[in-house]
Structures are given as structure tokens and as C-alpha cells.
């Protein structure tokens, strides 16, 4: 065998040893992710707002008080810190939240959810021992939203924006729970 196909396989044989590792430890591109990657969009004229997340599935189990603790601080969702992104400066119940990009928070509780925008990136939701990597000190916006049961079960955890009463809403659901966090967008000034 020649120099050159010995190198070849050399250099073929790392390359597979490398996307092996790398499939093992960090992301398994050979399989599909039990929660899987999405991202939700909202345009209305000039605005855009977006929502990147992690969905992570029912599956049979109890979801809040139980998977999801109640009164502890939650990634919403798994895997990565979620992402919330506008273009245009908005008020949230009388909050202003300068356009930009944030990583969501939330603490889900019985009847109610606390809601936080934090303006640090993470690289992921959660450390080594499963707590989450949210800082308060970069909160930016905290509200509290009520909580709605709904009567058809959510199998995997959903993030939306809902126009449809012409009251911009980003909604949370899952299992029998949903969220509406109302946003009203700030008109430029000229």
C-alpha cells in the first residue's frame, strides 16, 4: 500500500473516531433528540419576534409539581436556555423590555407563573447537577401570569404567539396548563 492511501485511511479513521466522540459527548446527530429543537416565529409589518426552545414530551408522567417543581426556577423548557428575540421594544403588563435578545425564565406555581426576561446567554439550561444557570442579577422584566387549565392534554411542551383577538399573546402549554403573557409593542418615535 502506498504512502498517500495509507495517510488517507489515517486521516478517514480520525475523522470517524471524531464524529463518534463528538456524536457521544455533546450532541447525538446519529439519533433524534428526545426533545427536540424549534424555534417560533411572529411577523406583523416591521415586527419579529422569536422564540427559540427545546420540546420536551409528556410522555405518561405528572408534569408540574412533579417533573417541574413547583416554586423553583425552570429552563422552559430542555436542553438549551430558551431564547426570546424582538426587533421592537415592548411592554409587558406596564414593563418596557428594550428590543434585543433574552433568555426565558419561568417559575410555575398552582395558579400562577412567574415570568422572567433575562438578559444573560447561557449555553445551556441547566450545569452538571441538573440546577439551572439563570442569574437574577441580569433579570431584566419579572411578571406574574395566571395560570388556565385547558381540557385537552398537551403531549409536548408548546411555545406560541397568538394574535387572533388582535391582542399579541405568547402562550405556554403543556399537559393541561397554559400561559398567555400579553406584549404590546411600542410605536417609534419620529
Not at 444557570?133 to 408548546?158: A, C, G, R, S
Amino acid at each position: 500500500m502506498n504512502t498517500f492511501l495509507k495517510r488517507l485511511l489515517v486521516t478517514l479513521s480520525i475523522v470517524a473516531v471524531g464524529l463518534f466522540l463528538y456524536s457521544y459527548f455533546v450532541e447525538d446527530i446519529f439519533s433524534k433528540r428526545l426533545s427536540p429543537k424549534d424555534t417560533v416565529e411572529f411577523r406583523l409589518n416591521d415586527l419579529k419576534l422569536e422564540v427559540f426552545y427545546n420540546r420536551p414530551s409528556k410522555k405518561g408522567r405528572e408534569i408540574f409539581g412533579a417533573l417541574v417543581p413547583y416554586n423553583k426556577v425552570w429552563r422552559t423548557g430542555a436542553n438549551e436556555a430558551t431564547t426570546f428575540q424582538t426587533n421592537k421594544a415592548l411592554m409587558i403588563q406596564g414593563i418596557y423590555l428594550p428590543q434585543g435578545k433574552y433568555t426565558l425564565w419561568t417559575v410555575p406555581k398552582d395558579s400562577v407563573w412567574n415570568v422572567i426576561f433575562n438578559e444573560k446567554q447561557y449555553p445551556w439550561g441547566v450545569d452538571e447537577e441538573m440546577q439551572v444557570m439563570w442569574d437574577p442579577n441580569y433579570d431584566i422584566l419579572e411578571i406574574d401570569v395566571p395560570v388556565e387549565k385547558i381540557d385537552t392534554t398537551v403531549e409536548q411542551f408548546t411555545i406560541a404567539f397568538d394574535n387572533s383577538t388582535d391582542n399579541l399573546k405568547l402562550t405556554m402549554a403543556w399537559d393541561n396548563t397554559k400561559i398567555a403573557v400579553p406584549l404590546s409593542v411600542l410605536k417609534d418615535k419620529k
